[in-house]
């Protein structure tokens, strides 16, 4: 079973940066570059979006729109870790932000079947 780990989440104030942070520990037997990575949100009383992915061997990203222009993703396989940098920060990019690994970088959450237990984000403006 892989465990993953959020970190780097905060307040910060409308146009600021943070960079969040996905520790993952792979399952026995397992190499961390078998995982895509995906990062998804949810705001409060909304459901769970998709906000960008990384594939396994890097060429990979993907972004929704909202993020397209603002945010960054990024891996580092020494690290076993997976970066998502996030710009211009707007309040309705508050919410919780999770992790979650699969086999194909996809904005399908179905496609992820492990999950990290999420750091929160609140922009204020």
């Known amino acids: 079973q892989v465990q993953l780990r959020e970190s780097g989440g905060g307040l910060v104030q409308a146009g600021g940066s943070l960079r969040l942070s996905c520790a993952a520990s792979?399952?026995?037997?397992?190499?961390?570059?078998?995982?895509?990575i995906a990062w998804f949100r949810q705001a409060t009383g909304k459901g769970r979006e998709f906000v960008a992915a990384?594939?396994?061997?890097?060429?990979?990203?993907l972004f929704t729109d909202s993020a397209k222009e603002r945010f960054d993703i990024a891996r580092d396989n020494a690290k076993n870790t997976v970066y998502l940098q996030m710009n211009s920060l707007k309040p309705e990019d508050t919410a919780v932000y999770y992790c979650?690994?699969?086999?194909?970088?996809?904005?399908?959450?179905?496609?992820?079947?492990?999950w990290g237990q999420g750091t929160q984000v609140t922009v204020s403006s």
């Open positions: 979650a690994t699969g086999t194909v970088a996809n904005c399908a959450t179905s496609s992820y079947n492990y």
């Open positions: 792979p399952a026995p037997g397992r190499s961390f570059t078998e995982y895509a």
């Open positions: 990384i594939s396994t061997s890097r060429r990979e990203t």
